[in-house]
Structure formats: C-alpha cells, structure tokens
C-alpha cells in the first residue's frame, strides 16, 4: 500500500506544471495590449554561449534564415553604432508584403533594442537580454517584443500565429546555434 501512495505522490509532483517549467528551453506568453498591439515575452534557454547567440542576433543579412516566414532584407546600413534595417516580410496571415523599417542598437549593458521607424507597422519594438548561465556555458535569454501591424486582421489571430511563429524562430536560432557551436 504505501508504494502505491509514493507512486501515486510521485506522479502527481513529476506533473505539477511548476516542475515541468524548469526544463523547458522556452517559457512564451503572447497577448494583446489594452492600448493597442500585441506584446509577447519569453525566457529562453540556449545550450550555447551568449557570443553565439549574439552574433547571429547581430548578423542582419541571416536574419530571414531565423524565420519560418518569408522575408528578404531590402536595406541593411550601419551608422553611428546603429544598425537600419529595411526588412519585407510576407506572411500568409497578412495580404501583400509588408514594410518595417527599423534600428538596432546594442545598449551599454549589452542588450539588444530594435524600435520602429516606418513601414507598415503602428509599433515594434523588441528586445533581446542575454544573460549566462553555468558558468557562461549556456544562455539565459529574456526576449520582449510590442508589435501592431496596421491590418483589419483581427489581434487574435495575430496572436496566435505570433505565438506559433515566436515558437519557431526560437526554435531555429536553438538548432542554429548548436550546429555553430558543433563547429567551434
């Protein structure tokens, strides 16, 4: 009898959903804002080193390879520590192609910041913090992103196909960085 209650005990704290948290690579939430836009944080775990991560978060020419969706850089200039971008993406969720004309920049504290300048877009504004974990072995990665495409597509389902694509471009920078690292 009293194995069947530690297996019972057992089972119940293996699934409690805290526990299974600590392992996941990524903790995402997506949802709209009530003044307009949609804003998704994460927490992710990379198996790599923060200087991968970085590199290919600041290789501007490979960013289409980080995404499921379509896209092409029509214009990547850097000046004065900052870098603009002129990205077209084509998403299925939305007709046409789509212009966002955006600057990043790399902050004191090493994070990285890219905020809105033109194109199709109401806001944008993502956010990436790099921090390492075991020892400077893996990273630690809080990503913060405020989008409002000027659509009449409705934010829930822009939510939900930002939750799905965010889950992707996650999961590719993952595989991205551990063949980069696979070669170091």
């Known amino acids: 009898?009293?194995?069947?209650?530690?297996?019972?005990?057992?089972?119940?704290?293996?699934?409690?959903?805290?526990w299974s948290r600590a392992a996941d690579p990524v903790v995402l939430d997506v949802r709209t804002e009530p003044t307009g836009g949609i804003r998704a944080t994460a927490t992710i775990l990379f198996l790599v080193e923060p200087a991968i991560i970085q590199r290919m978060l600041t290789d501007y020419a490979r960013w289409p390879e980080l995404f499921d969706v379509r896209m092409r850089m029509a214009e990547i200039r850097e000046q004065d520590g900052k870098v603009f971008t002129d990205i077209r993406i084509d998403h299925a969720l939305l007709p046409g192609e789509r212009r966002l004309l955006s600057e990043t920049r790399i902050l004191q504290t090493g994070e990285l910041l890219t905020e809105l300048k033109g194109g199709d877009f109401k806001q944008y504004r993502r956010f990436w913090k790099l921090?390492?974990?075991?020892?400077g072995a893996h990273t630690k990665a809080e990503f913060e992103l405020l989008v409002e495409i000027d659509t009449i597509v409705p934010d829930w389902m822009v939510v939900l196909a930002m939750k799905r694509d965010l889950e992707s471009h996650f999961r590719i920078i993952r595989e991205k960085a551990l063949a980069q690292h696979a070669r170091q």
């Open 131 to 135: 921090i390492p974990a075991d020892g």
């Open 1 to 18: 009898m009293l194995w069947r209650v530690m297996i019972v005990v057992g089972c119940l704290v293996l699934s409690w959903p805290g």
